[in-house]
């Protein structure tokens, strides 16, 4: 067993999954690079079937991806409309989203500062602040 798989049945286990072999190929499709990944469910879905040429079940895909993003190893980005991306980059940073390629892409958290920030209600705490800035192409 080599030692990126040892890392995969880890996190698999931390996350309080059972480390198959299909939630194994997730993990590698996930983790496996050298820059950060940014991707929605559906983008994972393809490139599982292409790298692996296997097909992985939907529900299994989404319940390691939900599992992973409560334990930490993976953020979601909600950009409303129903589009979330999850990205596997899950220290404190912003991004820009562009609205024709339907691509993120990282802005590190000291290239942007904020001027004012509400108070939030009473009894509550900011715990993160995220920003996204979403791009389109100049006409």
């Given amino acids: 067993m080599s030692n990126r798989e040892a ?17 194994i190929k997730i993990c590698e499709a996930l ?7 940014h991707f929605s469910i ?28 409560k334990k930490g190893y993976l ?3 909600n950009l409303g409309n129903e589009n979330s991306f999850y990205d596997t980059n899950t220290s404190l940073h912003h991004h820009f989203y562009d609205e024709q390629t339907k691509e993120l892409i990282d802005i590190n958290s000291e290239e942007v500062e904020l001027k004012k920030i509400p108070t939030p209600p009473s009894g509550k705490k900011i715990e993160d602040i995220e920003v ?8």
Avoid: C
């Fill in 7 to 23: 890392n995969y049945i880890k996190k698999l286990r931390n996350s309080g999954l059972r480390p198959t072999k299909q939630r």
């Fill in 132 to 139: 996204t800035f979403k791009i389109s192409k100049n006409i």
């Fill in 31 to 37: 983790f496996d690079r050298d820059k950060t990944f």
């Fill in 42 to 69: 559906s983008d994972l879905m393809k490139i599982i079937k292409n790298l692996h040429n296997e097909k992985i079940s939907l529900a299994t895909v989404y319940n390691t991806i939900h599992a992973f993003q």
């Fill in 75 to 77: 953020k979601e980005i």
